[in-house]
């Protein structure tokens, strides 16, 4: 794997006043990055890629994700593919709670579902109709807080993940940072998938997660419109 460093955390810089000059020359570099991706969109293309023989996903409500049936099926196939693994999976991003139920109803692992709710995406309403969906899930545990602060946490108690799925902040600096704090927590053999890579209104997120694929320790194992799934290597 190349020797890349840990990009900052984008979360840490919003705890600032707004014209902290560490937040300002953050916020200013993260646009440039944007623009830059925005403009060198065509150049961040991946291979199509998909399981032959993907698992039809439970009925689901799309009003509510806007993960699609095809992108659904390819994202628990993926999931399945690493229960022999064991160890907790993380969905970054849980809104309404669609793909964190549609998750845990396809594992017998621990889903850590991290989100904090504060604004970003999704607020109060959002947040109690996740609790109603994943009431009754028993191997759904809710961490309100940024992906950030589950990454220390995580880290804290050392366990390894099974699985990550990546839709939060659909930027350039929030994927990049989820991809390669998260990419770095799981066990080898495990899997990260990223959500809305191939969208022109989220041209940092298609950028981070192509940067991704060129890092090394990972292979592309799917690749379907608006869905990317990458296996860590090793044993
Ligand atoms: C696109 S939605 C997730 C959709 C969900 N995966 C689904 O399809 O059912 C993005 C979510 O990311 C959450 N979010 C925003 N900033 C975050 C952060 N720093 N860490 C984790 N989640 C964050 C928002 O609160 C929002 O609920």
């Not at 992108?71 to 964190?100: D, K």
């Amino acid at each position: 794997m190349q020797n890349v460093g840990i990009p900052s955390d984008p979360f840490k810089y919003k705890s600032l006043s707004k014209w902290h000059p560490q937040r300002v020359a953050f916020t200013i570099a993260a646009r440039f990055q944007e623009r830059s991706a925005r403009d060198n969109f065509s150049n961040y293309t991946l291979p199509l890629i998909s399981f032959e023989e993907p698992v039809t996903p439970p009925v689901f409500d799309s009003s509510d994700t806007s993960v699609t049936p095809v992108q659904m099926s390819q994202l628990l196939t993926a999931l399945q593919q690493t229960e022999s693994l064991g160890g907790p999976l993380v969905e970054i991003g849980s809104y309404r709670g669609i793909t964190t139920t549609q998750l845990a109803a396809k594992t017998k692992r621990q889903v850590i579902a991290v989100d904090p709710y504060i604004g970003y995406g999704a607020g109060e309403t959002d947040y109690a109709i996740f609790q109603k969906r994943v009431a009754a899930f028993a191997n759904i545990e809710h961490w309100r807080m940024t992906s950030g602060q589950g990454m220390r946490k995580i880290r804290e108690n050392g366990a390894k993940l099974s699985f990550v799925f990546v839709d939060a902040v659909h930027d350039y600096v929030n994927t990049l940072f989820d991809g390669r704090t998260y990419g770095e927590l799981l066990a080898p053999q495990g899997s990260i998938a990223f959500h809305d890579t191939d969208d022109p209104a989220f041209p940092g997120t298609r950028r981070a997660v192509w940067e991704f694929s060129q890092m090394g320790g990972f292979e592309i194992i799917c690749h379907v419109q608006g869905l990317c799934v990458f296996q860590k290597r090793g044993r």
